[in-house]
């Protein structure tokens, strides 16, 4: 399988489909039980998962933590706004806030802001102190914060 133009999807058959689909579900199972369930033999199965490594259809596999029982008690999301929309800016605070362990996602977003952030925070002062962190960078115009109360629903990757 030759790699995609960037940012084209991938057209994919049905076993490819059921492959990456058993694999978001739990990416630890055995090559055998991944041939299993997409219905081909070990061998070609292989070939397949590796062929979507190289694609970067596959991007990693990591482990599902939970943030609470590993001492992070708040979840929250900031939507922060920049005073310039230059291409400069806009890459020096994602660089930025690329290297705070405490931001797990960086989101550009269009409406109501530039920049929607999902962060951790071990309590609330923690919270504030990351809060006063990013209202205080040079070229962050507003911060608005948003506190997850509960988390009803998490799923990694995409239908299939």
């Not at 689909?21 to 590796?50: F, H, K, W, Y």
């Not at 939970?66 to 310039?84: K, M």
Request: glycine share 8%.
């Amino acid at each position: 399988m030759k790699p995609p133009i960037p940012d084209t999807p991938l057209l994919l058959d049905a076993i490819d489909r059921r492959i990456l689909a058993s694999l978001q579900d739990d990416g630890r199972m055995t090559n055998v039980e991944l041939s299993r369930r997409a219905g081909i033999s070990a061998p070609p199965c292989l070939r397949r998962v590796r062929a979507l490594e190289e694609a970067g259809v596959i991007r990693g596999y990591h482990a599902d933590t939970d943030p609470q029982r590993l001492g992070w008690e708040i979840t929250f999301f900031a939507i922060v706004g920049l005073d310039s929309q230059k291409e400069s800016v806009l890459t020096a605070f994602e660089q930025l806030v690329g290297a705070w362990s405490e931001v797990r996602e960086c989101h550009m977003i269009r409406g109501g802001g530039d920049f929607l952030l999902r962060l951790v925070a071990r309590d609330t002062a923690h919270e504030n102190q990351l809060t006063q962190k990013l209202t205080g960078l040079p070229t962050v115009s507003r911060v608005q914060t948003l506190q997850t109360i509960r988390t009803s629903r998490s799923l990694a990757g995409v239908p299939l």
